[in-house]
């Protein structure tokens, strides 16, 4: 059995682990002011963030569309694959997980299973990784499946963003209206429902100091709780200062525990805005036995 790894541009993979690992990405489109860019290939992050404070309108996000994921898939096929794990962005904030699951039982040249890792960004690349990392070791699809749940469970996440009207007006909160008020006056944290899988403002404060402060209070206390070892990931959109800083100032808490640093690119970035930051962990995949 030889099998192939897919994942879509919001796991912002570096090309260069992308290719150490096998993993095919297809781009998301983003469209802004009526026109249609491929993340990662048409529009770099930089890019974006420059074409957002200049926009006209309201930047949206779409799917790639199934005819290029039909292709993706059959030249899979050609390169000698027989099975394909195709993981992508969480099905509550795109339908594209949805769409691909529609449309694997259409595939016949090679068996597409579609898994909804439930959550987006660098978090969805490590499951990409370690899925690949498994496959390269001859593991069968069942046991890579189990074992993207597991690490999958471990993974938790705390968003600060300057105003929630990004993901108000794309309609990607699911709580909004408890949280509209003073929306401009407001830091709002945000995160992935464990049980609805949904994005949901759970706490707001006064200043983003304060509220950098009530995510690092949080973590604390998520590191105590947890009985694996952890590593974490602060994520910037557009702020790569804020969060080198911010990366500084977790490992100097905790400097036994890895730390990496990531961004916010195009499709996450359309909806969380500008300047947003993320403390995200998980149990530390780099000591599991696959």
Do not use: C
């Amino acid at each position: 059995m030889k099998i192939a790894i897919v994942t879509d541009s919001t796991a912002y993979l570096t090309k260069a682990e992308a290719e150490k690992y096998h993993i095919t990405v297809v781009p998301m489109p983003v469209i802004i002011d009526g026109h249609e860019y491929r993340e990662g290939v048409d529009l770099s992050t930089e890019e974006f963030y420059d074409k957002l404070k200049n926009a006209n309108s309201f930047p949206s996000t779409s799917q790639a569309p199934m005819g290029e994921m039909m292709n993706v898939y059959n030249e899979l096929a050609d390169q000698g694959y027989d099975t394909v794990i195709s993981i992508h962005l969480a099905s509550t904030i795109s339908g594209f997980y949805q769409s691909i699951e529609n449309l694997a039982p259409q595939i016949d040249r090679i068996k597409v299973i579609p898994y909804d890792s439930k959550i987006t960004v660098k978090l969805m690349g490590y499951l990409a990784i370690q899925a690949s990392k498994m496959a390269r070791l001859g593991r069968d699809p069942k046991t890579i499946i189990q074992y993207l749940d597991g690490l999958r469970a471990t993974i938790d996440e705390l968003f600060v963003v300057d105003d929630l009207q990004n993901l108000v007006r794309g309609g990607r909160l699911s709580n909004a209206s408890a949280f509209i008020g003073g929306i401009l006056k407001i830091k709002p944290l945000l995160t992935f429902d464990d049980k609805s899988n949904e994005i949901v403002a759970f706490d707001k404060v006064r200043s983003r100091k304060k509220a950098l402060k009530r995510v690092e209070e949080l973590f604390a206390q998520a590191k105590q709780k947890a009985d694996y070892p952890l590593r974490a990931l602060v994520i910037n959109g557009h702020d790569p200062k804020a969060g080198e800083e911010w990366t500084e100032k977790i490992h100097g808490l905790y400097p036994d525990m890895p730390i990496e640093q990531s961004y916010f690119g195009p499709v996450i970035g359309t909806h969380l805005g500008d300047k947003a930051l993320a403390l995200a962990w998980l149990r530390d995949f780099e000591k599991d036995q696959l």
